[in-house]
């Protein structure tokens, strides 16, 4: 174990007091907990060897992990540790490449050079703070300046530690048996000039990576660095290794998900579900409601079982509130406390909200922060065995940005869910098919791609990248699964009668979704139906603060659980009621919108199938109904005129002689009209030159970091993919600054997402001031917990003026 009495490095450090939580660190504790997450890791990808084209990348990988450090033995760098000097002036990680000959051989020179030295800087940074080679004048002078900081003293007890203390690690954390050959080291060379030549090597190597490498080299280069980054930063986190999960079969899984559940009967599993246990990709293409994530984790425990290993999970989905949900939901219903981690862009205030509802009360709200952020920052390292994340975490690493190699050595040779893949524009969507593509090939991914609305264009697109059929649900199923009479009616939502027939139908004790486009428009029709309902209509959309949407989120969820009756009451919504929430509404009544997103909305509302009256499917069918409506106004915002046009003209062929049943045989025939001719070659034209484009820039990856030629705006070119920027509504700054002294991550509950072009507008019109101290945008309209951020109006209105019909085109 580390620290053992008679360590001959007992007195060397590797963290101080200051950053390490108020305890200095030994080298050899840290070295161990260091050695111990990469063990970790290895455990849950041991195909990382296999990968990475190397026989001997476990063995390259401890004994770079093993010495990675050795530099802070200098002089300057313990006095820094102890609080006698304020800097040291060097990189240790440099001054570790003078002990690589004590570990390596001809065959592991380079590799662990590169392990070692690459384990914070780039080369790049590395070049500009060294130059790129050492054996030039007059850099030999800097290299004798460097090895002056390491007294003979400490390099000796560094070699007697090495000698021993390592192979009993290797032993008991089964390196051994992962390939790591024990060291045979015989005479280690200590004198100066010996180190020297080895610091000299070393950095000359790293230092000259100025050309693409060898793609072997970008193979190994890639693992490499990424795993040793990622067991450095979880050992310096403080966070426990990276543990595998073994994801229970489908007789286990349906006990759990029958007590989670609260059903005395056993959970029975659809022929479409147990048909997904299989090795290899998959392509499934069934209903909303069906089942998809069932059959998406029964494919993943194949893929264990195919290989006995027991491999990560990724599970990918477009949105953040779909994501948060999902997280919650494989939680529950694995009983994977602390297994499943959260990645996104706002994970840590939801994590945040998470803590504070299980701990109603806390005093020390400075605990639940360091809590919340150490269960965010283990996510971030990819310690979790199964995450949920969105694919843009993925595509940050395609773009080379801070980190990349670790996200790729955490996503080789993983089990990867790709839910929704309709969801995507498509130029995104030419970007995740060449990132898959890549995965694949190089990265031993197996991929699971499923969809509740699957056009026929973009499921050809995925057979032929996957090599697989698409696992179609018998139109049994989707007869089955029939919840909804859909009626097309003429008009507009904020219509009188429109909103007449919403309050008559709370008022006869029904749940009623009010699906709106824009959140202006939400805010108006909202207002009007307060005025009749009171408090039994809700407004629900995305340029509310975290704080109060989640808020929202929870009553809606007590209010119209899906698994309990619910009251009734109207929400007006925007398309965040698409994704997420598990709500259960009586009827519904819709904007026109495309029809994919029609098919989303409508999945709230008799989400169980039980609801409504028994209607003939098809012969030998029965199912219960509920009756939904579409809007026939074809409106400006957000949507592509035209798109809405022709679904328009679909649904108009549909109901000609009145409302229809509406099934996925159906609605599948009618995208592939809607997404044909013209309309189809653009949008394949679009996503395929997206997706050559990034082709050429996945071939062009290569480790430890940005060289010379690179794009120097690759990190703005990244930050183009998001629309989204978030602002602080003036009335909220006072409060923002309070919360801030007590939880930064409370504080930012208080922002709101709006849209850059958004943005670009309240700033030409005067209303954004900037917070430099603050790092914000500040808008000055009127922010209300009821209603949202309102573009229309000052702050200094206070109050929402109810609207009539014949409001302004939004």
Known sequence: MPDSPGSPIAHLLAKSARFNGGQVETLETHTYNVVEKLAGLALRAPGLAALSLREDFWHVAFWSAVIHDFGKAATGFQRVLTGAEERFPERHEVLSLAFVPWVACEATEEAIQLG??????????????????????????????????????????????????????????????????????????QGRVDLAEALTAGVT??????????????????????????????????????????????????????????????????????????????????????????????????????????????????????????QERLTRDLSAKGAVGLLHGRALQFLYRQAVEAEPGAADESAVTRQVRNVNDYARLHGPPLLVATPYRLLRAAFRLPGYETIYASTAGTMLVMDEIHAYEPGRLGMFLALLEDLIGRWGVQVCAISATLPEWLGEELRRLLQVEIQQVPPQVAYENCRHRLHLREGR?????????????????????????????????YAALKAQLGDRVMLLHGRFNGQDRYGKEQQLQRKLNADHVGEAM????????????????????????????????????????????????????????????????????????????????????????????????????????????PRLT??????????????????????FGRLTGDDPELEDRFDDLFDGVTVLPLSLEAAYREKLKESPISAQGLLVSVSKSQLRKQRQEGHIQKRTDLGLHVIDRLYTEEYGLDFKRSRNEGQVELQTAGWPQD
């Open 570 to 677: 109207a929400v007006v919504a925007t398309q965040v009621i698409e994704v997420s929430l598990d709500l259960d509404f009586d009827t519904a009544i819709s904007e026109l919108a495309p029809l994919e997103a029609l098919v989303q909305r409508f999945g709230r509302v008799n989400r169980r199938g039980t609801k409504g009256t028994d209607a003939a499917v098809t012969p030998g069918i029965t199912r219960p109904v509920v009756d939904v409506t579409v809007l026939t106004e074809v409106a400006r915002f957000p949507y592509d005129v035209p798109l809405l046009e022709a679904c328009l003209q679909e649904l108009r062929t549909l109901c000609h002689q009145g409302p229809v049943l509406l099934h996925d045989v159906l609605t599948n025939a009618c995208l592939s009209r809607i997404y044909s001719g």
């Open 493 to 525: 939502i904020d219509a009188p009668d429109v909103i007449a027939d919403v309050v008559s139908s709370v008022e006869r004790g029904r749940s009623i979704l009010v699906a709106v486009n824009t959140v202006d428009r939400a805010q108006a029709v």
């Open 116 to 189: 070692v030295v690459s384990h914070h800087r780039d080369a790049g940074s590395i070049r500009a703070l060294y130059g790129h080679d050492f054996r030039a004048e007059p850099a030999a002078d800097r290299v004798d300046e460097l090895i002056e900081m390491l007294t003979p003293e400490d390099v000796a007890a560094l070699a007697r530690w090495v000698q021993d203390v390592p192979e009993q690690w290797r032993t008991r954390l089964g390196f051994d048996r992962l390939g790591a050959r024990r060291l045979d080291a015989g005479h280690l060379r």
């Open 682 to 703: 653009q949008l394949q034209e679009a996503m395929t030159s997206k997706r050559e484009a990034f082709r050429i820039k996945l071939n062009e990856l290569r480790p």
């Open 205 to 326: 190597r790293y230092g000259g990576l100025t050309s693409p490498l060898h793609p072997e080299q970008i193979r190994w280069g890639m693992l490499l660095r990424g795993v040793i980054q990622q067991a450095d930063r979880l050992a310096s986190a403080h966070a426990p290794p990276p543990l595998p999960l073994m994801l229970p079969g489908a007789e286990a899984l349906g006990v759990n998900l029958a007590a989670m559940r609260r059903r005395a009967a056993p959970f029975t599993f659809r022929p479409h579900q147990l048909a997904a246990r299989r090795a290899g990709h998959l392509i499934l293409s069934a209903p909303t409601g069906s089942g998809k994530t069932e059959a998406a984790l029964l494919w993943a425990q194949a893929q264990q079982a195919a290989t006995g290993q027991p491999l990560r999970l990724l599970y990918l989905l477009p949105y953040q509130a779909s994501l948060n949900a999902m």
